[in-house]
Antibody, heavy 122, light 109 residues
């Protein structure tokens, strides 16, 4: 059974760095072809893809946010970590981690975490 | 960046009727398109991938069609549990730059 769960601070101050952890089970990020992404959703708004990390340590970022994002993994702990620097109130959102389906060349999400709401406010 | 545009923003349909949701890409994404359903307070759920393939466990009343820039999600006979927000997502680029539509809210008429 595949599960993912996000964890991190519920509240951060403007200009601070946000660190979120995705802890997953039911699959391994050392398996060839496995990939995990972060996606966010401001309250009442649409989904926005942020970053992806692959089993072979390749990583990819949203063009508009790439200067602020870092994605990494700890395969032994079954975790993926996202850091976002210089947080602003517009970054207030629910942050999801999601597994990318293990289909050759696919980039759609077959399992999602429950999401964690991050509010940016002083 | 490929822009995904969904229409309408809100669709009001009676239970038992058919719902047709549209998604348009700003450039061709071939068949690299997925649909998700999201209910309040929940994460999105994968419905369709490859434009027309139902994900595991998705009822047959959900169907997807289209290729290139024009896509449709059809729900043939709406059940109460189908009222939700639906998002399309393209995954055609390399390097990957995944984009979602702005969503269609399907509400009870």
């Amino acid at each position: 059974q595949v599960t993912l769960k996000e964890s991190g601070p519920a509240l951060v101050k403007p200009t601070q760095t946000l660190t979120l952890t995705c802890t997953f089970s039911g699959f391994s990020l050392s398996t060839s072809g496995m990939r995990v992404s972060w996606i966010r959703q401001p309250p009442g708004k649409a989904l926005e893809w942020l970053a992806r990390i692959d089993w072979d340590d390749d990583n990819f970022y949203s063009t508009s946010l790439k200067t602020r994002l870092t994605i990494s993994k700890d395969t032994s702990k079954n975790q993926v970590v996202l850091t976002m620097t210089n947080m602003d109130p517009v970054d207030t959102a629910t942050y999801y981690c999601a597994r990318i389906a293990l289909h050759g060349g696919s980039n759609y999400f077959d399992y999602w975490g429950q999401g964690t709401l991050v509010t940016v406010s002083s | 960046e490929i822009v995904m545009t969904q229409s309408p923003a809100t669709l009001s349909v009676s239970p038992g009727e058919r719902a047709t949701l549209s998604c348009r890409a700003s450039q061709s994404v071939s068949s690299n398109l997925a649909w998700y359903q999201q209910k309040p307070g929940q994460a999105p759920r994968l419905l369709i991938y490859g434009a027309s393939t139902r994900a595991t466990g998705i009822p047959a009343r959900f169907s997807g069609s289209g290729s290139g820039t024009e896509f449709t999600l059809t729900i043939s006979s709406l059940q109460s549990e189908d009222f939700a927000v639906y998002y399309c997502q393209q995954y055609n680029n390399w390097p990957p730059e995944i984009t979602f539509g702005q969503g269609t809210r399907l509400e009870i008429k």
